[in-house]
């Protein structure tokens, strides 16, 4: 809207040509005013900036470089994980074309994964944060193999990511099974009692519904699923231990 005020009194004063730089000026405070950062709410019920699909691509492609370089060697099977994510997401060209930019990322660039996530926190809705974890353990296990540096990186972003350590806990539970597995998916204790495990159960259908990814890709969504999944798969072998 303003930069059409300032194309009208650009044109009033200089005719065309002030009509153009009120235009562009008034484009510039448009763009200012439409990513000032909110600076009210809780970090999961406030309204975010919405983030560009080409911003979260080659952010969530830095992210996915930090995992991939963490245990000091390049994975063909990893790449390939990320590469079918954006085949599937964005289709065949231009996944290509991203990953000639991806590449690059991998062999020439040194990513900042504090300034990357403090830009998606301030853009991007509690669920998808916890989806990029996720997304990012399925790029670790691609290879068959979840490496203790993997593992401490994809921690350390869900930290800068404002996840807490439960949320990462559980989602890691997903990707490796013990005996405490099912309790650490639904952010419980073994100790829990019966009254608590329901109510975990209630609070982890709550926050991993796939419903509330339905504006991601559909990659995202299916991603969304798996959890939605595993929640309820740890929650029935839960009861069964417990014979509840």
């Known amino acids: 809207m303003i930069k059409w005020i300032g194309a009208i009194v650009g044109m009033m004063y200089r005719g065309l040509p002030g009509a153009i730089i009120g235009y562009l000026l008034g484009m510039l405070l448009d763009n200012l005013l439409s990513t000032k950062t909110p600076t009210t709410g809780t970090s999961k019920s406030r309204q975010y900036n919405s983030v560009s699909p080409g911003d979260f691509e080659l ?36 996944a290509n074309a991203t990953f000639r930019t991806f590449n690059d990322v991998i062999k020439n660039r040194q990513v900042d994964a504090a300034r990357i996530c403090q830009y998606l926190v301030q853009r991007t809705r509690y669920e998808v944060r ?6 990012l ?46 309790y650490k998916i639904l952010e419980i204790d073994r100790s829990a009692g019966v009254a608590e495990i329901k109510r975990a159960y209630r ?18 969504r299916k991603g969304a699923e798996e959890k939605f999944r595993r929640v309820q798969e740890a929650y029935e072998t839960i009861q069964k231990e417990r014979g509840f």
Request: charged share 25%; with cysteine.
């Open 203 to 220: 609070d982890m259908v709550k926050k991993y519904h796939p419903d509330k990814l339905q504006h991601m890709d559909e990659v995202y």
């Open 59 to 94: 952010n969530l492609l830095s992210l996915c470089s930090i995992v991939i370089k963490a245990d000091g060697q390049v994975s063909q099977q990893e790449l390939d994980y990320v590469r079918a994510y954006f085949v599937q997401a964005y289709g065949k060209d231009r």
């Open 130 to 135: 916890l989806q990029i974890i996720h997304f």
């Open 137 to 182: 353990f399925g790029i670790a296990q691609a290879d068959g193999r979840v490496s203790e540096s993997e593992v401490n990186q994809i921690a350390q972003i869900a930290g800068y990511l404002r996840l807490n350590r439960n949320e990462f806990e559980s989602i890691k539970a997903m990707f490796f099974k013990n005996a405490d597995s099912a």
